[in-house]
Nanobody, 128 residues
Framework: QVQLVESGGGSVQGGGSLRLSCAFS???????????MGWFRQAPGKEREGAAK???????FYSDSVEGRFTISEDSAKDALYLQMNSLKAEDTAMYYC????????????????????WGQGTQVTVS
């Protein structure tokens, strides 16, 4: 019913940039614009943490660790979610996942995993 596929991961040098994409698809019902969408990341041995989210009204939120460097955006016409990552640091190395909430679900102020019901398989980002 709902599918998310990340792409754009890879290896970059510190200070470099990378843009992740998430293709969202749903056979019927509500599209990406009707949902709170987010990007999470998980480093080996660490818990999955929220990096950014965008609500249905277009407002965006970021974790302290990425604010000012990452930008989340979406293109409803393409049902695509993006994460532009600039000034990358070694600590940004992680598996990055895109996530979608239920349609019309009002996400909380935090980038919490509990708000999101659908997840992609992840794309690896390595910063050296």
């Amino acid at each position: 019913q709902v599918q998310l596929v990340e792409s754009g991961g890879g290896s970059v040098q510190g200070g470099g940039s990378l843009r992740l994409s998430c293709a969202f698809s749903v056979h019927t019902g509500y599209d990406i614009s009707s949902r709170c969408m987010g990007w999470f990341r998980q480093a080996p041995g660490k818990e999955r943490e929220g990096a950014a989210k965008i609500k249905q009204d277009g407002s965006t939120f970021y974790s302290d660790s990425v604010e000012g460097r990452f930008t989340i955006s979406e293109d409803s016409a393409k049902d695509a979610l993006y994460l532009q990552m600039n000034s990358l640091k070694a600590e940004d190395t992680a598996m990055y996942y895109c996530a979608a909430a239920r349609p019309r679900w009002n996400c909380g102020v935090s980038i919490g995993r509990a708000d999101f019901d659908y997840w992609g398989q992840g794309t690896q980002v390595t910063v050296s």
